[in-house]
């Protein structure tokens, strides 16, 4: 998602040692003392994972310096990165999420297009704008490098076959409940398994679960998670979905824009560090509500269609929620894939380009 050239340009005063270099992993391996009395402070030490005892040392030195900022560790194999972390450096690190770009990043860097459908099967990593690399190349890459062979070592799949037909039963479900004992069945594995890739996924920033909101309804509410993806580009990839027409066209046009939609919301809240609880709402007999976000003790709430046609029904699920918990509500709004827009009496209708808190 760019961490290197993110940390390169806004960190120009530090030095960069990359540690996929095999010269430096060797230093870094063999004389970690030295190696950090020749790197001692403002050093950016990126893809440090692969030097997993060298996060002990660092522990030593950081207590010792106390120089505040002294290191940036950065690695794409966040699974690794964290387990290290946590072991040697936990209460001594502030972390960071990179998520793929955002709209507003994308439309500062006049990459955005009019057509949500194009910018949903581009994707939004970006090496696929910088680079100009066509996104089924990029996506083709992307998954036999880093998902089939960094994810299965991982997670020492037996059978690579089945690791990636169970990443597209992943995609198949993007925006749905996510039932492990289906996904395990459907896949072939067990449901232990099924759980633990589901975690390194999500570990990896391939996934994420969506968790319900709870509250004291008369009616039994969902209490299962929506499994959702960082990218849309990659979920099409993966659903064989290769051009803005197919998204439109597709069965599942109303799961990716949700999908997409609710990545926004997920990456404006990492990106300004807003750290707001969101969740959806789903009830028994079918009403729902498909984000919650919460600002102080008040709830705002999100509808997501795939449709520029606004009807009055597709407030329904908002006004609903809203009878259940009136007190508590401060916003309703329903985005839309349209360009444009307005304030009705059932709530705000928002175009998919200016989503807002």
Not at 192 to 218: H, R
Not at 235 to 260: M, P, Q, R, T
Request: with cysteine; proline share 2%; charged share 20%.
């Amino acid at each position: 998602s760019g961490k290197t050239t993110f940390l390169k340009t806004h960190f120009s005063e530090y030095q960069y040692v990359n540690l996929e270099n095999l010269d430096t992993r060797k230093f870094a391996t063999d004389d970690p003392n030295g190696f950090l009395a020749q790197y001692d402070k403002f050093v950016i030490f990126d893809e440090v994972q692969r030097v997993p005892h060298l996060f002990s040392y660092l522990q030593t030195k950081v207590d010792e310096d106390k120089i505040m900022g002294q290191y940036i560790l950065s690695g794409s194999q966040n699974f690794h990165l964290m387990q290290n972390i946590t072991q040697s450096l936990a209460g001594r690190v502030a972390l960071f999420k990179l998520l793929p770009f955002d709209v507003s990043e994308m439309q500062d860097a006049n990459w955005l297009n009019d057509d949500y459908a194009i910018n949903l099967q581009k994707g939004f990593y970006p090496a696929i704008y910088d680079r100009n690399i066509p996104s089924k190349v990029f996506y083709s890459n992307y998954v036999q490098t880093y998902v089939e062979r960094d994810l299965s070592e991982l997670i020492h799949v037996k059978d690579l076959k089945q690791f990636r037909n169970f990443i597209s039963l992943c995609a198949a479900r993007a925006g749905q409940l996510l039932n492990l004992n289906s996904l395990a069945n459907e896949c072939g594995i067990s449901q232990p398994t099924a759980k633990s890739w589901i975690s390194v996924l999500e570990s990896s920033y391939i996934v994420y679960q969506l968790q319900p909101y709870f509250s004291n309804f008369n009616k039994r509410v969902t209490k299962s998670s929506k499994l959702f993806f960082y990218d849309t580009g990659l979920l099409c990839y993966l659903l064989k979905i290769n051009d803005a027409e197919s998204v439109k066209l597709s069965s599942l046009k109303g799961s990716l824009f949700e999908n997409y939609v609710i990545n926004e919301y997920i990456k404006k809240n990492y990106h300004n560090n807003l750290l707001l609880d969101l969740w959806f709402w789903r009830d028994a007999v079918g009403h729902e509500v498909d984000l919650i976000w919460q600002n102080s003790e008040m709830l705002n709430l999100i509808e997501i269609k795939a449709s520029e046609t606004i009807m009055t029904d597709m407030f329904k699920g908002l006004t609903y929620f809203e009878k259940l918990k009136p007190e508590l509500i401060q916003s309703k709004t329903l985005v839309h894939t349209g360009l444009f827009n307005q304030q009705r009496t059932l709530g705000k209708v928002m175009s998919w380009k200016e989503i807002v808190f």
